[in-house]
């Protein structure tokens, strides 16, 4: 049985328009004393180097694993917990590292940057 060309050409179109979802960071707000962002990293995705100038407090609303890897190679697993905050102090000068998400379902967080 043959299929139908109209059948082909939806599964097509329905294809090319549901696109997945990629790994993005929405601010929130920013001020003289915090920036404030929501970060949404898919699995299997991961965040462009990147560098924080200032210490920061993650809130994470999923469990999940993310991958940090700095740009000379070195690597590290952050394991969080749903509802849990955490402190992280600034980035070594002129590093650079990126985030992957090595877990299998979305990891939401609030990032709230601490300014000098």
Do not use: C
């Amino acid at each position: 049985m043959r299929t139908p060309a109209l059948l082909v050409i939806t599964l097509i179109t329905t294809t090319l328009t549901f696109a997945a979802p990629t790994t993005k960071r929405t601010p929130q707000f920013s001020n003289e004393k915090v920036s404030v962002w929501e970060t949404i990293v898919y699995p299997n995705q991961e965040l462009k180097m990147h560098h924080h100038e200032n210490d920061r407090v993650l809130v994470s609303f999923d469990d999940g694993v993310l991958k940090i890897t700095n740009d000379k190679g070195k690597t590290h697993l952050l394991k969080l917990q749903k509802n849990k905050a955490y402190y992280l102090t600034k980035d070594a000068p002129n590093e650079l590292h990126k985030d992957e998400n090595i877990s299998s379902h979305p990891i939401q967080v609030m990032v709230i940057e601490l300014k000098n």
